[in-house]
């Protein structure tokens, strides 16, 4: 069972919160926050995986480098 905790935010990031739970069709604030979360994490990784898109040539035997 997890156990939970509160967190203090302006009233205006709670409208922000409600509105972006609607949308999502969040159960909670707590679905809605854990969503953001793994998007965000979702889009790093994207990020990282594809740094060198464009960038990296096909490998051809004369890039083996070795008498054979």
Same mark, same amino acid.
């Given at each position: 069972?997890? *156990?939970?905790?509160?967190?203090?935010? +302006?009233?205006?990031?709670?409208?922000? !919160?409600?509105? @972006?739970?609607?949308? &999502?069709?969040?159960? *909670?604030?707590?679905?809605?926050?854990? +969503?953001?979360?793994?998007?965000?994490? !979702?889009?790093? @990784?994207?990020?990282? &995986?594809?740094?060198?898109?464009?960038?990296?040539?096909?490998?051809?035997?004369?890039?083996?480098?070795?008498?054979?």
């Amino acid at each position: 069972m997890s *156990s939970t905790t509160t967190v203090k935010v +302006s009233r205006t990031t709670l409208i922000e !919160l409600e509105k @972006l739970r609607q949308q &999502l069709r969040a159960h *909670s604030l707590d679905d809605a926050i854990s +969503s953001l979360i793994k998007r965000h994490r !979702l889009q790093v @990784l994207q990020g990282s &995986l594809g740094v060198d898109r464009g960038k990296v040539k096909p490998f051809i035997e004369k890039d083996r480098g070795e008498d054979r």
